[in-house]
């Protein structure tokens, strides 16, 4: 399509996921749009259109007949303003509605107390009163979005809701005012507006929640950025204003502002948020750097290649952004019953009343004959069928140390058929320590003093898990001269008048220090994964140490049982293909995918879905957060960075992979507890709408009946609290 053109809009008055369908609904109806994809979740519409055939402004229009208020959304360059104005009106909402809730429990509690404990004249007129109240405030937007709904032929939970109540409440209300018989359904009112209040309430916060992984993104990146304006002369300038081949000062520890390229002398980097890699990176004059990456402990001098939007990390965001965008509304299942129940409920009500005043002839008895099928199909029950099993299923997860960023996710986990692990935090510990250590020449322990001197000298991370494995075998250090850093290589110093190295083997072959008689050791180390440490004098090489990220205890036994369990596990890590290869080997992934980006990492992902699996992405850092958002289920490692476990669907508090596994099962149990809740949602009304219709039940019996319904689904519910996880 020629004029083709893309809008989006901010959509905030979402009340519950049924909005989505009832909004993609009105506009796939419109000509020329021809992709539409409403999100829930961020509350934002990305219309795909003909830009000739219809307009931002048509569109806008179109979701406000369908009730609804859209705004075109901000242009985003580094958009922090934008964001949190969007927090805020989020975090408004959220506010609002759980004044909403506090307002119905409060009234629901009078109504109580009046029917109960509290005898006063005119009891009856209060409780009216009250629960007239609960509908005009908490209960309004059932009627605001579900008579409209069902006049435009798109019913959906609120339609039902708003059946049910404005009956029960009508009836009621008849029978105090004009009849005798004092008969009434406030309490019934009350419940179910409170009941399905309480679900809404829990759905929008874990909605506003997944939003914040956006927010972590944005304050990742660095503010200020030092501008070369002279020989020796810099000025701290906005990093957001950093312009293409700019020339910038990067400091000890700071954050590197933008994407670029180092003009000037060497660093040492940690790049582990946006590579994966466990090991910081070292890096010379020529070598790219990314933005948001933190230096090390020496400054340099960089140009800027990619600022604003086309930085790696605001790719990163969008990422994000986008896969959040696509994930399915967890009321999906309940809404389309919903529409098909709300008519056939309909359907027999009209026809009670038809086939009563034909055969007695009577309104009263074609009366309530039809309200006590309007009532017996309250949707009290199914209202709660999903969240109640959510809430519960939750609440387990998190006595089991699995915590739920997206409830949904207990729907779909048992479902998974592949499991792409992130190598570093994930399946490793996410720290270099030393696993090899043998002496090549000279005293062992001689040998780790000497290394323990020269290394406690040193700031990088390798030296840290050299210290460590020195200290744990109390080992002393000895007096040092002369000490010095070779970036990117190695030490160096004089200990007893005699001159030491320790570094890379690329640091020893450099000072002509031979290697040969020890190669083939080292090569087998090397293919292995270990990072190689040789410390030598100036002759002869003393000593090495096998650096590597330790696997985690329970990774292997995890990855064995998913397996068992028919569920692929791959593999998907920044880090070089040698060291990939010798973790996955050690664990049991045959498929691994190494030295890849955080976009490629989504590119596989979206493969496997295409290819009919259901896909779940473990990860920990912030290079995996696109990831794990596009994965129908992300899980974070709680161990991992604050972005990944915002962008995640299930947390593992302990970042340990056997909960990924408790995870599947209690997702299992939480699926069948919910499908048993449908069923006992519907058994009531299957069997008592015919018996209400023949004019068997009365309205008194028939909410008895559909409170009966709602007790059910909520004693089964909690059994979940009983859930065990099964041994591997």
């Not at 809701?161 to 359904?185: C, D, H, M, Q, R």
Request: charged share 20%; hydrophobic share 45%.
């Amino acid at each position: 399509m020629n004029n083709s053109q893309t809008t989006q809009l901010n959509i905030t008055d979402m009340d519950c996921a049924a909005c989505v369908m009832h909004i993609e609904k009105a506009l796939t109806k419109q000509k020329g749009i021809t992709n539409v994809s409403v999100s829930f979740a961020t509350n934002s519409a990305t219309i795909t259109h003909n830009g000739e055939q219809i307009s931002p402004e048509a569109i806008v229009q179109t979701i406000k007949k369908a009730g609804y208020t859209a705004t075109p959304m901000v242009a985003e360059h580094h958009n922090h303003e934008h964001h949190d104005h969007s927090a805020a009106e989020g975090s408004t909402m959220l506010q609002q509605r759980l004044y909403k809730l506090i307002t119905a429990i409060f009234l629901s509690a009078i109504i109580f107390a009046l029917m109960f404990f509290i005898d006063v004249p005119e009891e009856q007129t209060l409780i009216l009163i009250t629960a007239l109240l609960i509908l005009i405030y908490p209960g309004n937007e059932f009627f605001k979005r579900g008579i409209p709904g069902l006049l435009k032929g798109s019913p959906g939970m609120d339609t039902l809701v708003a059946l049910g109540t404005g009956t029960a409440f009508i009836y009621s209300t008849y029978n105090i005012l004009f009849t005798t018989s004092k008969t009434e359904y406030f309490m019934d009112v009350a419940i179910i507006t409170t009941f399905i209040l309480l679900g809404r309430y829990l759905e929008n916060r874990a909605k506003n929640q997944a939003s914040a992984a956006i927010k972590k993104l944005l304050e990742l990146s660095a503010k200020v950025a030092h501008k070369i304006i002279g020989k020796n002369q810099t000025k701290n300038i906005a990093a957001d204003t950093v312009v293409i081949n700019d020339k910038l000062l990067v400091k000890p520890g700071e954050k590197i502002p933008v994407d670029g390229l180092i003009f000037e002398g060497t660093a040492t980097v940690n790049e582990s948020m946006v590579t994966g890699e466990s090991i910081p990176s070292d890096k010379q004059t020529g070598d790219k750097v990314i933005g948001a990456t933190i230096n090390g402990n020496t400054s340099f001098k960089m140009r800027a290649e990619k600022v604003g939007k086309d930085t790696l990390l605001a790719h990163i965001i969008e990422l994000v952004k986008v896969a959040q965008s696509t994930k399915a509304p967890i009321q999906k299942l309940v809404d389309s019953i919903a529409g098909y129940f709300v008519w056939g409920v309909i359907a027999i009500a009209l026809i009670t009343y038809t086939a009563w005043r034909f055969y007695s002839g009577e309104p009263d008895s074609a009366l309530i004959a039809t309200v006590a099928v309007l009532i017996i199909a309250c949707p009290c029950a199914l209202g709660l069928a999903t969240p109640i099993s959510i809430v519960v299923g939750s609440g387990k997860g998190a006595s089991l140390g699995i915590l739920l960023k997206n409830p949904e996710s207990l729907e779909i986990m048992h479902k998974v058929t592949a499991i792409c692990f992130d190598k570093t935090g994930t399946i490793t510990q996410g720290k270099p320590a030393v696993e090899q250590f043998a002496s090549l020449a000279g005293d062992k322990a001689e040998n780790l003093s000497i290394a323990l001197t020269l290394e406690e000298h040193s700031e990088h991370p390798i030296a840290k898990s050299i210290i460590n494995f020195a200290k744990d075998q109390k080992i002393k250090n000895q007096d040092l001269s002369d000490f010095k850093a070779i970036t990117g290589l190695g030490v160096t110093g004089i200990i007893a008048k005699t001159t030491y190295h320790l570094g890379s083997i690329k640091y020893l072959e450099n000072l002509k220090i031979d290697l040969t008689a020890h190669q083939a050791k080292l090569d087998k180390l090397q293919q292995d994964g270990y990072t190689l440490i040789i410390l030598a004098n100036d002759k002869t090489p003393l000593a090495y140490f096998g650096i590597r990220d330790q696997i985690k205890d329970t990774s292997t036994a995890a990855i064995q049982t998913l397996k068992k369990m028919k569920i692929k596990p791959i593999m998907l890590t920044g880090d070089n293909q040698t060291v990939a290869n010798a973790i996955a080997k050690e664990v049991g992934i045959d498929e691994v995918h190494a030295g890849i980006s955080p976009t490629q990492k989504v590119a596989l992902i979206k493969d496997l879905q295409k290819q009919g699996h259901i896909v779940a992405m473990v990860g920990d850092g912030i290079n995996d957060s696109p990831a794990l958002a596009t994965a129908n289920v992300g899980i974070a490692m709680g161990t991992g960075t604050d972005i990944a476990i915002e962008s995640g669907d299930l947390i593992l508090v302990k970042g340990d992979l056997a909960k990924a596994i408790e995870a599947i099962q209690l997702s299992e149990a939480t699926l069948k507890n919910i499908k048993q809740n449908l069923f006992w949602a519907f058994i009531y009304n299957t069997i008592g709408i015919p018996i209400a219709a023949l004019g068997l039940l009365n309205p008194a019996i028939s909410a008895l009946a559909m409170a009966f319904s709602s007790v059910s689904v909520v004693v089964n519910a909690l059994r979940l609290k009983r859930f065990k996880p099964k041994s591997s």
